[in-house]
Every structure is written in C-alpha cells, then in structure tokens.
C-alpha cells in the first residue's frame, strides 16, 4: 500500500511515517520499482504498536530500542518482555496515582454540591 493509505491506516502523518523510517523504527519498508514506499499489513501492526507504546508514555528513544531488539530477532525476546513489563508496571502506577486524583476531585465536586448555599 502507499503512504497515504498507510497514513490513513495508522493515523499517522506522512511525515511522521517518514522521521519513523528515518530514525530507524521502520526499517524494512520496501520500495516499488519508482522508488515509492510500499507498506505492507504488517507494517501497520507494526505501527499500531508503536502508536499504542506512544499513547502509554512510553518515550521516543526506549521505543527506539525496542525496534532494535526486534530487528535483532528471536534472541532479544526476553530483553523485550522484560522492557514491556517495566512500562506496563510504570503505566500502573501512573493509572494507580492517576486515579487517586480522580476520587480527590469527585470528592471536592460532591462537596459542593451537596453544600450549595
């Protein structure tokens, strides 16, 4: 598939798709025989999990690394299982804290209404 539907695919902009690619977290994209890149279903997995270690906080430069494990192969699975779960635990406790400033402002809402002069 092209860039644009690529694009459309991930939510993503093309030139997003591009600083990816030219940072090294999409590296085996193929190119047609114009020159023009050519993502596959794969791809897309592939960035959906990027956007989705994105959306969680998980830094630019660890995401990085991780792509660098992968391209590595099979021999990384356990370095990258353990980086995974030390993001999932972080995640945790920002969701934990997270909603401990929920309760403290639904505790303050409900204070004022239920004292409103």
């Given amino acids: ?5 690529f ?14 690619e030219k940072i090294g977290l999409l590296s085996n994209i193929s190119r047609n025989a114009s020159g ?7 791809d897309v997995e592939w960035v959906r999990f990027i956007n989705r ?13 991780y792509a ?3 391209a590595v192969g099979d021999t ?7 980086l ?3 993001h999932r635990d972080a995640l945790r406790l920002r969701l934990e804290k997270e909603l401990e400033h929920l309760q403290a402002l ?5 204070y004022y209404q239920s004292h409103k002069p």
Wanted: proline share 2%; charged share 25%; net charge positive.
């Fill in 1 to 5: 598939m092209n860039i644009s539907t």
């Fill in 7 to 20: 694009s459309a695919l991930t939510q993503l902009s093309s030139h997003t798709l591009r600083y990816y």
């Fill in 36 to 42: 023009h890149r050519s993502y596959s279903a794969k």
């Fill in 53 to 65: 270690l994105r959306d969680t906080g998980m830094p630019l430069a660890k995401i990085r690394h």
């Fill in 68 to 70: 660098d494990l992968r």
């Fill in 76 to 82: 990384t699975f356990d370095t990258r299982c353990t």
């Fill in 84 to 86: 995974l779960e030390q």
């Fill in 106 to 110: 639904d505790a303050k809402i409900e």
